[in-house]
């Protein structure tokens, strides 16, 4: 079992930056790929960015490419999104989730645990 709870979001200015963290419980952790996904109101889940067990691969979706970062720190169990130059389109809920293959995904399906979630608001 992995537990996942993130932290970081909040209340951001456009042009304004946030990092996100997510820790994780349970001793697997450096051999999952993470990632975060985001739910605005009245919208589906969406893939953000995900990252491989080892940190060697990242995808991101089109809209976050050049403003998003992911990374991970497998000695810490956490998970980051740093995120720059937001947008009051980046308002979401932001979840963490751990897929339990090595490799970085886009899609929702193949991950296994998901965090409670944070909020992020960025106002205009």
């Known amino acids: 079992q992995v537990q996942l709870v993130e932290s970081g979001g909040g209340l951001v200015q456009a042009g304004g930056s946030l990092r996100l963290s997510c820790a994780a419980s349970g001793r697997s952790f450096s051999s999952y790929a993470m990632g975060w996904f985001r739910q605005a109101p009245g919208k589906e889940r969406e893939f953000v960015a995900s990252?491989?067990?080892?940190?060697?691969?990242?995808l991101y979706v089109d809209s976050v490419k050049g403003r998003f970062s992911i990374s991970r720190d497998n000695a810490e169990k956490t998970v980051y999104l740093q995120m720059s130059s937001l947008k009051p389109e980046d308002t979401a809920v932001y979840y963490c989730?751990?897929?339990?293959?090595?490799?970085?995904?886009?899609?929702?399906?193949?991950?296994?645990?998901w965090g409670q979630g944070t909020q992020v608001l960025v106002s205009s």
């Open positions: 989730a751990a897929d339990t293959s090595r490799w970085a995904s886009g899609w929702h399906g193949n991950y296994d645990y």
């Open positions: 990252i491989s067990w080892n940190g060697d691969n990242t």
